[in-house]
């Protein structure tokens, strides 16, 4: 460009096409949120046109500029960046919405310059967070851009990345929040109260810019002014107005996910022509490139060789919890695997990833009690090709429990780890018991949930997990000690199972996990003795369920599985089980919490709820009563 | 008391007492939190025998004002707290975390003086918003105050509070935040940072004030200048020492979550006595008596009585989508029961909770797009007697998870309803549809889940949700138009279900709820007249139910079940199904969403993913092939 000033037309010219297809393609689907687009499109143009160090042609170059659209239901001004870059056609911008087409109602990952998968609000900014932090980590230049609305930053999840930011002095992230006041059904909360915004940002110590969100030279300013900062987090708070450049819904509620169909799209586009006419008719031969990103040297190659893991080295019959062995082999997995990265959210020493923290230091991140955005920062460093294990307690991933299904929409391959599951915590009480993680992990697509119930079987189920790289991995840890069964050699595929104990005269098969697998091995000795004979599985991978050797064993067994799980009987291991073997006439009876526990030793609860040896025993008996 | 210093003299002796029951406690149960107890201990004494206006012998008097332990895990703080008011024994005390005592290791509403359960952190804010702002629906004078711990403040929870509070002006809301700057593994993100503290909930519009949180004198008077404030809500940030007044404990790294046992309760013990000999050695008659309520007219008389709602007048064949009907049913649940309020996420006119606002404005809350203290709030509202209806699309309850666990573990009687429910949105995409609010419903101790397929239904089960006091109930509503079914007099019984079609020759038996059951009619429509006769039911009651019908129904379809679902496989109403009929030798054969879905139209999704009529005709061309 030979000056500001061709720039800055060329600029407005490319925000009026970004307006234009913004139109455009909701009105060929017959839905969508213009509005909302067109009150950010002049901040996408200069971000896409004038911010940027980028090479679009080669979008996963790993030092390139990352832009999230955290308000995602404006995906139609994302696929028309794309589509003024040259790199999205016509008609394939045309295909918003319909079936099959990568340009989805909210951007997910099916488009590939979308950087995650967006539209459940106030999660951008985490996943900002956590390229961010990578690119510290990395030692790249790259800078991440996060496009939020006004009405997401009531969501907590934003506040926990603003903290975050903040602790790590992240200068190479720059939010914007696009403030036209105007949310779904109402005004939002702060209206357009910009020195609220400014005020609350400053306080968490951000740098705070506000501009006018239409005037493109300020906002190129403004961008000059963020490249400036050192050492903090960049906010800039862009007034503006939604449905700008529309005269009929600029800056009028009702229009909030409303296409411009039929006359009001050609009345939109008149509008736009009518109030842009410069823009409208630019005709000026360009050379405009994209500033290109400064090459680094690589100091992470983003790990794709098949991770493998040397054997455990525990002893048959020893003590330890499993969360431990966990611990043990993150630090373990982190020697082989530079790509590897611990999140924690404040209780690395009840986790484990303690461990991991002492040799590699430089890969633990602490996160604080913040677990929705210790979860979207998972998936900024999973965007970056980064293996992000991330643990805290079972029961509180259900507290990001939005964040984890958007990650799986966005199939981010985050490894996520709960400890403290069950009643067998015991004394602490329910708040602190993972009852429903099974069920929270199971319903997500593409999702794999394991439970080992030994220190061996957990060090190869990590190994599994970091080969995992299709969706979330769950692995569920337990706080007490537990035996070891198995030899360090032993093999453990993702949807297989164990079969511990079978017989030619077993009556039925309990399929058990975790403690309860402990609970059911006890019981086979004392029905063994009594001459009753029952065959035991160690149901290591609750989802998938590959069910041959399940039906195999059941078939041998009376055609009865018994399972007896730590976990509400909802969704659980009884749950999955049947669902694997839904249509073979097997007869199932389940043994699960059934009730809302209390505090207590854990013997004494695992006994109340019935999912003991004991209780196992018992079922036997009345089964010959009958 | 005669004078101000003898009232001190009184409290610091409370105060001592609190700190010595702290550490007993814990030490006769082996676990729990005394160095978070003794931070917060002189906080507690202030509230307890100086601010709050209360009848402790009448503790659900509706003008007491209430105090919430955010920090649940410095539970034998409460539990001291009414020891010293003289309604807890030294036994019950000694009790703690004991199986069978209402003294939990978190507090739950087994201990009846707790407000609510708490112990996963950041929650405790939310439920004081409600409480608060339904003592300014009632008129009532009590105040709340909730006593947070430093660590928990990251929780993005806590500022979707701050911002709501601010927003409703709550000024009878008083919160504290015991900054002793230790968490469980580390520093906490602020540190001392005192001033940034102060800051950010200034930002935020509140009152803040700062005090040492170990000064009686000091927390007197600032509790008196928390009581003049108008007009905005108030938050004390009071500078403590983690295990204060135990010396091998204060200020240290390494006692969070350690009882103090054996010898070293004795040096604890030792250590109190020593650092607070006045209070040790108080033996003053005192005439201390809580301030009393200010009594208020009973502006609100919480219904007890049983719900009877006229029936609805919907026409056979009439197009209505329930989320409508839904918000309809609302309006006039709201006309008969004053206890009904309504809160919305800034999506009023997608779930049309819009429909009651209009109506009943004053028992309307907005509160804004910030899942997780909407429904904290909910709990809130519960607490007072409040019948509180919560709405959102259902795939945002998962941004709340842990706070309807949260409630469930309290046993507050929320009414949930998720509109936007499966693939039937359409051309939004996955992230707005809701396919895994089922499994996430089921598994909560005591809940109910319902799903209606048609406006009269809704109508009905909008009813019983008022009249289901146990626990959470859910209610699944559909974006799409669907035809009505039922005449209005049907009922509409928990735990049932209705059969549709039936003859004595079916083939199966198609289980279906909501937009799957319009396309089982279809599909029977098609079946019949090829001579293939299967019966349909449908299941509006997913959680739970009665299996009588459904199993007399199966025997008599040639022991074949087919669910087909608008949800994903797990968890579902497939497993639903399956689990309420797992040893009744029935086949299943399940359909439903089984991987991760696209934007496109209603019709097209629900046909790609095998859940419409035509899926299941080609299932039974199938079924007769082999």
Redesign the interface.
Known sequence: MKSLHNLIEFIEHKAYALRVWSIKAPAQ????HPTSCLSAADIVAVLFFYAMRYDPYHYNNPDNDRFILSK?HAAPLLYAAWHELGLVTDEEILSY?????PL???P?R?FKYAET??????IGLSVGVGEALCAKLDKRDYRTYVLMGD??S???????AV??AE?YKLDNLIAFIDVNNL????E??LDYKIK?YV??F????WQVFDVDGHNIKSLMEVIDKAHQVVGKPVMIIAKTVKGYGVDFSAGLQGFHGKAFTGEKEQKALEDLRKNFPQAAAYAAQNDWQPKHPKPNAVAFDSATAIVIMENSEYKKGEMIATRKAYGTALALLGDICDAVVSLDA?????TYA?IFETVHPERFF?C???E??MVGMGVGFDCRGRIPFISTFS??F??A??QI??A??G?AALRLVGSHCGVSI???????MG??DI??M?????SIVLYPCDAVSTHKLVEQMARYSNGISYLRTTRMETPVLYDNDEQFPVGGCKVLRKSDKDVACIVAAGVTLHEALKAYEFLAKQNIFVSVIDLYSI?PIYGATLLDVARKSNNTIITVEDH?????I???V??AL??E?I????LGVN??P????PE??LA?EFIDAQAIIRFFDHMFER
């Not at 689907?29 to 969508?32: E, I, Y």
């Open positions: 689907a017959g839905s969508g995602g919405r319909k079936f099959g087409s989805e109602g909210h997910t099916r998968a967006t539209g459940s609000l106030g009405s997401e009531s969501e907590g999840s934003v506040w926990e903290q975050l602790y949310g779904q059904s109402s939002t909360m609220q005020e609350r400053s306080a968490f110590g404040e209780v690395k020493n009840s303690e602490q604080f009690i913040a929705q955005n029961s509180f259900s507290r429990h939005d299904r958007m799986a929409i199939t015991g004394q602490d009480g329910p708040s602190q009852l429903e069920a929270l199971r319903c997500l697509p593409e989802k509400y009987l909802e969704g659980g009884g749950e999955a049947m669902s839904c249509n006439n007869i199932f009876h389940t009730w809302l209390r505090s207590g030793a004494k609860l109340v």
